[in-house]
């Protein structure tokens, strides 16, 4: 079982201080975000990918290949990849070459975002959102796998005899995650690759995350990469920790009142009563997260959001504390105690190369060929 946090790079005023911190100070937050996280024990850091204020990781390959010169062990990846917006030859190559750099440490999330106008500002109609996505990740998958690729589609010029460089570090493609909170079609296309499927699960209640995962199972088995339980799931969540719960309240209730995403809408308490959200002790968090289990099954990887809504660096490397101690350790015991052994481990790199040649590559995942 992997374990990490993911941010959205948002530049929030922090309601306690009515103060945001500046573009700058936000992208070095999240490269100390990563390193905490690596230091502390986490297996992955994961960045969105947006073109609008107020987030800041508009060149995701960019930050993580920063963050794999000052790290060492942690796996770097995306918490969105616009399939729909991003050209699948420079999604190739841009990966490919942070794979060498960071020695394998390297997988991405691919989705279709979640800010409409994006799509006219890199010359698409939102309208072809699934139509592009279908297709991109078509090409994307073939250019990773084949040195060679003649190619022509409807969105882009065709390709004749083109090869993307630099090849994929050991031969073997990067590890790919399919994002999505509300579309079955995206859940389709993971299980079609054997790929893998990543359920948002921080907006919406569990049953929703339940339903789209277990379509993708049931889809995952459909194409015969194996049986519904070793389709590779990850989950997002969101925490708030403190030693003391009512202090975690406490602290937090501002941001969440005041968050752009979830800001003047259900109260705290209804929020986290109904959907993923934990603000409270160590052990609350551990007793919930491990619920996730119930509803999903045996899952490859948990991401947290924790460093959203305004809230400071400087609290946000205490909650990395927290976890990396007193939460992690527990949830990774008792989830790698239940899962049965014939369920697939979290993808690595060397899993993947250790695999290459089989029906299904990286500790069962599925290669998707």
Do not use: C
Request: cysteine-free; aromatic content about 10%; glycine content about 10%.
């Amino acid at each position: 079982m992997q374990f990490g946090v993911f941010s959205v790079g948002d530049v929030t005023v922090d309601p306690t201080t009515g103060r945001a911190p500046t573009e700058a100070e936000r992208i070095k937050a999240m490269t100390a975000i990563a390193e905490k996280a690596e230091e502390v024990g986490l297996d992955v850091f994961a960045t969105g990918e947006h073109h609008n204020p107020p987030f800041v990781p508009s060149s995701p390959t960019t930050l993580l290949g920063y963050i794999a010169g000052r790290t060492e062990k942690i796996i770097l990846s995306t918490a969105t990849t616009l399939i729909t917006t991003n050209d699948p030859v420079k999604i190739a190559e841009d990966f490919a070459m942070l794979q060498h750099l960071a020695d394998g440490r390297v997988d991405l999330m691919l989705g279709r975002g979640n800010t409409g106008p994006v799509y006219p500002w890199f010359g698409k109609d939102i309208r072809d959102g699934m139509p592009l996505t279908v297709e991109n990740y078509g090409l994307l998958h073939r250019l990773w796998r084949e040195d060679v690729v003649d190619w022509q589609g409807r969105f882009r010029t065709p390709l004749q005899s083109f090869t993307a460089t630099p090849r994929p570090l050991d031969g073997v493609a990067p590890f790919v995650w399919h994002g999505s909170i509300r579309s079955p079609e995206v859940a389709e296309l993971a299980a079609y690759y054997g790929d893998g499927f990543f359920a948002n699960h921080i907006f919406w209640p569990t049953e929703h995350s339940q339903r789209m995962v277990g379509l993708y199972r049931e889809r995952f088995e459909h194409y015969g990469h194996g049986s519904a339980d070793q389709a590779v799931v990850g989950l997002g969540g969101q925490v708030f920790l403190r030693r003391n719960s009512q202090d975690a309240v406490n602290e937090f209730r501002p941001y969440f009142d005041n968050a752009p995403v979830y800001g003047h809408g259900p109260s705290l308490e209804e929020f986290t009563e109904q959907t993923p959200l934990t603000v409270g002790s160590p052990q609350q968090v551990i007793d919930k997260t491990l619920t996730f289990r119930e509803h999903v099954g045996d899952y490859q990887r948990q991401l947290f959001l924790v460093d959203h809504a305004g809230l400071p660096l400087k609290t946000v490397l205490e909650q990395l504390e927290l976890l990396g101690g007193e939460v992690i350790p527990t949830l990774r015991k008792e989830f790698d105690a239940a899962r049965p052994a014939h369920v697939p481990d979290g993808p690595t790199h060397a899993g993947l190369v250790a695999a290459t040649g089989s029906p299904r590559t990286g500790a069962g995942v599925s290669a998707g060929e």
